[in-house]
């Protein structure tokens, strides 16, 4: 999982994550007269805690799981192949929390909502890093090894 296209992805949506931060303090957008953000704002966060919760059972089992047991091996072209659409699509989920802290700082106004739910962002995108240990195969011994015929392993 840690092959370079993922990674530069990975560090492309972390850095969009941090610009969403900046971005929030650098406009200055008053608050708009008829967004109920007291309303609006515990949904999001809402949403936001149950996409988190989402895509890390789905990282468990779409990717982690699978890798740890063998049935999927992110080494060949095959498994990274089958491995890229839920990678992906956990970042995904992660970086849409940090959109909706951008859309609360714009309609509040409040550049902290951005600070808090990139940072919320930032911590799945964490977990879903490339690099995590959970996404490196298990080492496996060689399949001679194991078999108890004398002439098997050469």
Known sequence: MANPQNRALWWALVASLLIYVVVAHAVNVP???DVQVRVVAPILALLSVGFGVGSLIYRRRALSAPIQSGELDPATAEGRQRAFVPFVLNLVVSETVGV???VLAFLSGDP???M????AALVLMFF???TAPDLVPPLSGHPRADDPRPDARG
Do not use: K, T
Not at 116 to 119: G, N, Q
């Open 116 to 119: 808090l739910f990139s940072s």
């Open 112 to 114: 902290a909502y951005s």
């Open 100 to 102: 909706y802290g951008l």
């Open 31 to 33: 608050p708009g007269p």
């Open 128 to 130: 879903h890093r490339p």
